[in-house]
């Protein structure tokens, strides 16, 4: 399965520049982890990293920057841009299509048009060539404000001298004989992906596994309430971002799933406190409801009566169940309204499914709960902090060699960051 190995935001909100794990110009850094968690103190950006993931997916998936900037409360270009940032909002997404795959570098640079109007400035992905060692890699998609290159294929590229952006360059490449290899590009909005249109196109396979690949994030933006709901009948294969189709995913995995769904529903009954069975209940109309047999009671209660907690661990357990899981799972504060007790479980669910051998989902999470960060390894957590100048930076609790050896002498990392010993010295 693919794996996210780095990001890079700059000029976005707090972030005015922040890298997690590798970047193709960073090679000694190590990648982020299977499991990745940003913790930190309120106010510090880590909604903000949220969002930056929650951006890049809306653009892929609306095929439109603007809309992106608008959705979600983002309020637009400007609201969303550093303060007193003159350049533009700008991605570096570093990933592999699985292990032995060459890594491949998407980066991409919005900005404002003279009316205000977001629109996509460059876009560029980049890979090296096989067998490569060393050296800038081979860019196979390049655009400036629309118009560009791409190269068909597993294999071609251009190099382009990262010391210039210079256009006129640019156009020059643009202008030079097309062979089989390359295709003119020109979008006919600026404000839409180059990724997201070619890479619908079969003569693409590098730009469609890229496009497939963020298309398939999980960002949750789930809540108990829209779990509540009775959606109409009818089966769904996963669950969507806000958990309003819980029982349409139930409905499927029982149709198409049935033996194992039984175990699937013990399995999560077992990891929630209280709970003695989970069982499913069809309706005249042919929907089907969850039922949840307490502890202590003869009757059992229904999902729209359980609390948001018992909701929320179910949805979290049954989507790291889906038989095809998202790529990356992104989840903001997965403790809000949960026991502090079981958080330890959550975590090591997580952590069991991203590094299981069966290829699981990446899952990165944003907390600020210590009994969460007690289950991880020091690799897996990054610290992010206000610097001096008001915006954010960030570390990994792996680079403060006294951090590593007191987990190493058992004390949970957790205890540690309560105990302020992940602070800045």
Request: aromatic content about 10%; glycine content about 10%.
């Amino acid at each position: 399965m693919a794996r996210l190995e780095g990001f890079r935001v700059r000029n976005f909100g707090v972030l005015k520049d922040v890298t997690l794990g590798r970047l193709w110009n960073q090679q000694k850094i190590e990648a982020l982890t299977p499991m990745t968690a940003v913790i930190g103190k309120n106010g510090v950006g880590k909604s903000a990293l949220f969002d930056a993931f929650g951006f890049l997916a809306d653009a892929l998936n609306f095929n439109n920057v603007e809309e992106a900037c608008d959705t979600r409360g983002r309020g637009g270009i400007d609201r969303m841009r550093t303060h007193g940032a003159i350049g533009p909002i700008e991605f570096d997404v570093y990933y592999r299509e699985h292990g032995n795959a060459r890594p491949i570098t998407y980066q991409i640079a919005i900005t404002a048009d003279g009316f205000g109007r977001p629109y996509v400035l460059r876009e560029r992905l980049r890979q090296r060539r096989k067998g490569q060692k060393r050296g800038w890699p081979f860019s196979f998609l390049i655009l400036n404000n629309g118009s560009g290159v791409a190269w068909k294929g597993e294999q071609a590229g251009h190099q382009i001298d990262e010391e210039t952006e210079d256009l006129d360059l640019f156009m020059e490449l643009l202008k030079a004989k097309e062979s089989r290899e390359t295709e003119s590009i020109e979008l006919d909005d600026p404000r839409k992906l180059g990724i997201a249109t070619i890479g619908a196109l079969k003569q693409h396979p590098r730009i469609s596994a890229f496009r497939r690949f963020i298309e398939g994030w999980y960002l949750s933006y789930f809540t108990p309430d829209a779990a509540r709901s009775l959606p109409l009948a009818g089966p769904q294969e996963h669950l969507n971002t806000r958990g309003d189709n819980l029982s349409n995913v139930v409905q499927f995995m029982e149709r198409e799933h049935r033996r194992h769904f039984k175990t699937i529903l013990k399995k999560i009954a077992d990891k929630i406190p209280g709970i003695d069975q989970i069982d499913t209940e069809k309706t005249s109309d042919g929907r089907l409801l969850l039922r949840f047999n307490d502890k202590g009671f003869q009757d059992p209660f229904y999902a729209q009566q359980m609390s948001d907690g018992t909701l929320k661990v179910f949805a979290y357990l049954l989507l790291l169940e889906d038989p095809t899981p998202p790529p990356f799972i992104c989840i903001e504060e997965p403790e809000n309204g949960l026991y502090h007790k079981l958080l330890e479980t959550l975590a090591s669910e997580f952590r069991e499914h991203a590094t299981g051998h069966k290829g699981g989902s990446q899952v990165f999470i944003t907390t600020h709960q210590p009994y969460f960060v007690d289950a991880l390894d020091p690799k897996e957590v990054w610290i992010l902090e206000k610097s001096e100048d008001g915006f954010s930076k960030i570390r990994r609790a792996s680079e403060d060699p006294l951090v590593n050896n007191l987990v190493g002498e058992g004390l949970p990392l957790g205890g540690l960051w309560y105990s302020d010993y992940l602070d800045p010295r």
